[in-house]
C-alpha cells in the first residue's frame, strides 16, 4: 500500500484592533500565505511608529513568501548562515525599493516578521520581532519561537535590519514527527498562546489543535474563515492590539467531503474534480514507482486524461 | 459573514484573559517649609485631581501604578504602588528642610522592587516615569542619587520629568538629579495643568505596543515659558 498523497497547506487571516478602530487606522497585521509542494505563510505587525506600517508589513510578507517559493530547496540546502542572509537581502531590498518608490523613510515602513515554509521532508522558520511561531509536534502545540521584546512592553526589533548579524532566529529541520505550524502576531499571541495568569509560562489554546485537525476534514477556507471570524470575535476582546494568524499544515486527500476536495484539487468543476480525484487515487494506490499507463489503467481513464490531470497534480503541489 | 462550523469557532475558554501591561509611576514631591499655604493644598489639589483622571481614562486605569514619595523634613513614601482608583486622597504637610538625594533614591528603589514583583510575576511593563517637583535646592548629599538616575536615564530605563515650581528652585542641581533632562518650571502655581498633562501623557503611554513612538500631548499651558 502507498502512502497517501499530501499537500501543503497554508491559511490565515488578520482582525483590526479596537485600538486601531476606535482612532479610525488601519489594521497593521499582515497576512500572505501560499499552499503547494512547499507551503509558505508570512505574517508582519507594522510598527506603531512607522508612518506607512502596514504597507511595510505588505512588502515583507510578499518578498519573504516569494523567496521561499522559489528558493526553498536552495535556502535549506545551503545552511543557516546563507538562509539568513538572503532572506534578509530580499526583505530589505523589497524596503528599500518601496521607500524609494513612495519616497518614505526605511523606518516607515518597519515590521515584524513571522515565517515558515514547509516541503515533504523539511522546514524552514523565521523570527524577528514579536509574536510568536507554534509547532504542532507527535500531536502537542509545542512553542517553536517565542516573543522577542526588550525589557519594556513596548519594545522589539524590526525589518529591514541593515545588521549582519541581525536578530532573524532561523529554525530548521526535518517535518518527521511536525505535522503543523501556527504563525502569531503580539496581538493574537495575547489570547491564543497567553501567558498563564500570574506566570511567565505560555500556554496554547485549544482551539489551535482544532484549527489544524481542520484542515484534514474542512475546506481550507472554511478554515481560514472560521479563524477570521474568531479573530473579529472573542479573540479581539481580549487585547486592543491588531490580531493576525496562519496556520500551516500538510494534508492528506480523501477526508472531508466534495468542497474540500475541490479546493484540494485546483478549484475545477464538479467533473473534472472527480476525474482528478481517480488519478489522484490511482497514483497513489500505484505507490513510488507507478507509471502513466499503471494510473491509466488503474483510474479507468485514458493516458491523455492522466498525463493532463497529473501535471496540474503537480503543479498544486501534491507529492 | 457565515457562522463558522462549531468545532473550528473560538470559545471564550479557548482563550487566555491578557494580563495588563503596568506603567509604574512615582511622583516625587517637594513639600519642605517652602512650599506651605498656597503651593500646598494647589499640588495637593492637582494630586488629588490627577488620581480623577487617570481613573476616568480606559487606558491609562489598568496600567498606571502610582506611588508618591514626600520630600519634607524626611523622605517618606506616603502612597505605595496602587491604581489610581485606590484612594485619591493623599495627606501632604509642608515643613522642614528638603533631602531631596534621599527622596530621590527612594523612588528609584520603589520603582526597581515593583518590576522585579511585574517580573516575578510574569508580568510585562513600560518603562518606568519619575516625577520630581521641587520649589527649592537638595540639602543632603545627591551624588550617589544623580548617579543612579544618570545610568538608568542612559540605558533607557527610567522616563524622567523634573518640574521646578516657583522662583528659588535650583535648576541646575534638578537637572543633575534627573539624569541631565532638562528641568520644565511651572507656570505659577498651574499643579492642576501639569498633573492632566501627565495622566494624558500616562495615557497615550498605556496604549502603546511594540514600535510605537509615544508623542505626548503637545499641550503644555503648565510650563512658563
Not at chain 2, 513614601?77 to 501632604?92: E, H, K
Not at chain 2, 513600560?126 to 517637583?133: A, D, M, N, S
Not at chain 2, 518650571?185 to 495615557?203: I, K
Request: glycine residues 10%; contains cysteine.
Amino acid at each position: 500500500m502507498a502512502p497517501p498523497l499530501h499537500v501543503g497547506v497554508a491559511v490565515g487571516a488578520t482582525a483590526r484592533g479596537r485600538s486601531h478602530e476606535r482612532r479610525g487606522a488601519l489594521c497593521e497585521d499582515v497576512v500572505r500565505t501560499a499552499g503547494g509542494p512547499v507551503a509558505v505563510a508570512a505574517l508582519a505587525d507594522g510598527a506603531g511608529s512607522a508612518r506607512h506600517a502596514r504597507r511595510g508589513a505588505e512588502v515583507a510578507t510578499i518578498a519573504v513568501v516569494d523567496l521561499l517559493r522559489a528558493r526553498f530547496v536552495d535556502l535549506v540546502a545551503g545552511g543557516p548562515r546563507f538562509a539568513r542572509d538572503a532572506i534578509l537581502s530580499a526583505v530589505d531590498a523589497a524596503i528599500d525599493e518601496e521607500a524609494a518608490r513612495i519616497g518614505a523613510a526605511l523606518r516607515d515602513l518597519a515590521s515584524t516578521l513571522l515565517f515558515v515554509a514547509v516541503d515533504r521532508d523539511r522546514f524552514l522558520a523565521g523570527h524577528l520581532g514579536d509574536g510568536l511561531i507554534g509547532v504542532r509536534r507527535a500531536g502537542r502545540a509545542e512553542l517553536l519561537s517565542a516573543p522577542a521584546n526588550g525589557e519594556h512592553a513596548n519594545e522589539t526589533v524590526f525589518v529591514p535590519t541593515r545588521s549582519g548579524d541581525s536578530d532573524l532566529r532561523l529554525y530548521a529541520g526535518a517535518t518527521t514527527g511536525v505535522d503543523g505550524f501556527v504563525l502569531l502576531t503580539d496581538g493574537a499571541a495575547d489570547g491564543l498562546w497567553g501567558l498563564r495568569p500570574g506566570s511567565t509560562a505560555r500556554e496554547p489554546s485549544p482551539v489551535l489543535e482544532r484549527w489544524w485537525a481542520g484542515l484534514d476534514t474542512a475546506p481550507p477556507s472554511e478554515v481560514a474563515a472560521a479563524i477570521e471570524a474568531g479573530l473579529r470575535g472573542p479573540v479581539r476582546e481580549v487585547t486592543r492590539d491588531d490580531c493576525g494568524v496562519a496556520v500551516v499544515r500538510r494534508v492528506a486527500f480523501g477526508c472531508g467531503g466534495a468542497a474540500r476536495s475541490r479546493e484540494l484539487l485546483g478549484r475545477c468543476g464538479r467533473r473534472a474534480t472527480r476525474t482528478r480525484s481517480r488519478v489522484l487515487r490511482a497514483w497513489s494506490a500505484g505507490g513510488p514507482d507507478t507509471t502513466i499507463q499503471a494510473t491509466a489503467r488503474r483510474a479507468g481513464l485514458t493516458v491523455t486524461a492522466v498525463v493532463k490531470h497529473l501535471a496540474k497534480l503537480e503543479r498544486l503541489g501534491w507529492t | 459573514m457565515p457562522t463558522p462550523r462549531p468545532d473550528l469557532a473560538v470559545r471564550p475558554t479557548d482563550l487566555t484573559p491578557s494580563p495588563t501591561t503596568f506603567l509604574p509611576v512615582v511622583v516625587v514631591v517637594d513639600t519642605s517649609g517652602s512650599m506651605e499655604g498656597a503651593p500646598i493644598r494647589e499640588l495637593a489639589a492637582g494630586i488629588e485631581q490627577f488620581f480623577r483622571d487617570v481613573d476616568a481614562d480606559e487606558d491609562a486605569r489598568e496600567a498606571c501604578e502610582i506611588a508618591i514619595v514626600e520630600v519634607g523634613g524626611e523622605a517618606r513614601v506616603v502612597r505605595g504602588f496602587a491604581p489610581a482608583r485606590d484612594g485619591a486622597r493623599v495627606c501632604l504637610d509642608a515643613g522642614g528642610v528638603t533631602p531631596m538625594g534621599e527622596g530621590v533614591t527612594l523612588a528609584v528603589e520603589l520603582l526597581e522592587r515593583r518590576k522585579r514583583d511585574y517580573s516575578a510575576s510574569g508580568l510585562r511593563y513600560f518603562q518606568p516615569w519619575l516625577v520630581i517637583l521641587t520649589d527649592g535646592k537638595p540639602t543632603d548629599p545627591t551624588t550617589a542619587a544623580e548617579a543612579r538616575v544618570a545610568e538608568l536615564v542612559k540605558a533607557r530605563k527610567l522616563t524622567v520629568f523634573p518640574v521646578a515650581t516657583g522662583p528659588d528652585a535650583d535648576l541646575a542641581r534638578l537637572e543633575a538629579l534627573a539624569g541631565g533632562v532638562k528641568p520644565a518650571r511651572l507656570a505659577g502655581l498651574a499643579f492642576r495643568e501639569l498633573f492632566r498633562w501627565l495622566s494624558a501623557s500616562m495615557s497615550v503611554v498605556s496604549r502603546s505596543r511594540a514600535g510605537t513612538g509615544v508623542a505626548l500631548p503637545s499641550s503644555f499651558a503648565w510650563i512658563e515659558t
